[in-house]
């Protein structure tokens, strides 16, 4: 007998699988939810999906799909077609059934409602993961299958469960970080003048998918002089400008490495930096430092963000300064009040923004960081300096 296709992607070991659920329930009895309705699908490159992923090991490619995670027994996904399921099977968790299909398209909130009366559940509190990812249409399908069940946001269950990551997670957080410092080498050496944002960013694509990373990454990309970015911040992708001698190349460059993301942030200037670029540079790496320090267990977020605006308060008339985010792409807010714990990974990347809405708005450098119980690891290898070409 021929062997089956094998699916070779980097997925996470059954235990691993074991360890989620158990916490997941934990919650889940804590909240006094009877069952998780939980959405995913491609928005916001792929991270979307990152509650159906986190469950099940399946990482998805199109469309939308779902799980019923009920508080014990089997979880089941449900995937938009039989192509779908075949390669599910060889990396889920669960069991995996095939979405009913209707004239209209796929069924799923029926098939929810199906499975939900299986556990007899029609008339207990099921819980939406997440209120932001579901769709209306399977949404409101639900209620109107399920008149009697007690509806309520649970997005909060599965976000507290990913972030604090155990040891394998994190090593697949490493091989992101990895992935960054690849894809941002191949840009740099791609910068000079005459060479098209656009293709910037396909070699740094290029290089983070050759080293492990998913197709589809988040890359930022803006360029020009110092004087032009005074009006903008940084959109989607690069476009069709050359690059030009006395340009400063600005970035933000996002891999997936098994639905694990990090984030890097690397000026480049070709020639010599303005000084006028080079003082709000030195601002950005004062307020990295400053949170750098200060990222340890048992310290708030906010307290950290109130010292970096203080900070910046100090440099320059700022209406807004910021530096931290969560490293969980598709939920990037993060509660702010909450002790940061050992296993979190945060985004360590400045932000300002002037008061009088000139000049440059945005991120200039930054890296992402491992919370441990004395220094931060940072992800990063590259030198933390605006690289000259």
């Known amino acids: 007998m021929a062997d089956k296709i094998r699916w070779e ?23 006094g939810i009877d069952c998780l309705i939980i959405a995913g699908h491609l928005g916001n490159y792929k991270s979307s999906a990152a509650d159906v992923r986190y469950v099940s090991n399946y990482c998805m490619w199109f469309e939308d799909e779902y799980v019923v995670f009920p508080p014990e027994g089997e979880p089941t996904l449900f995937a938009w077609n039989r192509g779908h399921s075949v390669w599910a099977e060889k990396v889920s968790w669960i069991p995996v059934t095939v979405s009913t299909r209707t004239k209209e398209g796929r069924d799923y ?3 929810i409602f199906r499975r939900i009366k299986e556990l007899g559940l029609e008339k207990a509190t099921l819980g939406i993961v997440n209120m932001k990812n579901m769709p209306a249409y399977v949404y409101a399908g639900l209620k109107e299958r399920l008149p009697h069940a007690n509806f309520v946001s649970a997005g909060d269950i599965l976000r507290d469960c990913r972030l604090v990551k ?35 960013v396909a070699e740094c694509e290029g290089a983070m998918v050759k080293a492990g990373a998913e197709l589809g990454s988040f890359i930022l990309l803006l360029s020009g002089s110092w004087l032009e970015m005074g009006n903008g ?5 690069g476009s069709e400008r050359r690059l030009r001698k006395g340009d400063i190349i600005l970035n933000e460059i996002t891999p997936s490495y098994g639905g694990c993301y990090t984030q890097l942030c690397r000026p480049i200037s070709i020639g010599n930096p303005p000084d006028n670029f080079m003082e709000i540079f030195q ?16 310290i708030t977020a906010e307290a950290i963000e109130a010292n970096i605006a203080e900070l910046a308060s100090r440099k320059g008339d700022f209406s807004w300064a910021w530096t931290l985010q969560s490293a969980e792409l598709g939920d990037t807010t993060v509660p702010f009040r909450s002790e940061l ?6 985004v360590n990347h400045p932000f300002t ?4 809405k000139s000049g440059y708005a945005g ?7 491992i919370i441990k119980e004395n220094e931060p690891e940072c992800l990063s290898k590259l030198p933390f300096e605006l690289k000259v070409v």
């Open 353 to 356: 923004e002037l008061r009088s």
């Open 233 to 237: 911040g940084i959109p989607f992708g």
């Open 363 to 369: 991120h200039i450098i930054g890296d992402t960081f």
């Open 341 to 346: 714990k050992t296993g979190m990974v945060f």
């Open 109 to 111: 909130a029926g098939d």
């Open 283 to 298: 601002i950005h790496r004062d307020m990295y430092e400053l949170a750098r320090k200060e990222l340890r267990p048992g």
């Open 166 to 200: 155990s040891p394998e997670e994190l090593e697949f957080v490493r091989r992101s970080g990895e992935c960054a410092d690849k894809g941002f080498q191949a840009m740099s050496e791609a910068a000079q003048p005459g060479v098209k944002e656009a293709e910037l």
């Open 9 to 31: 992607i980097p997925v996470f070991s059954s235990d691993e699988g074991k360890r989620r659920h158990r916490k997941i329930r934990e919650l889940m009895e804590l909240r």
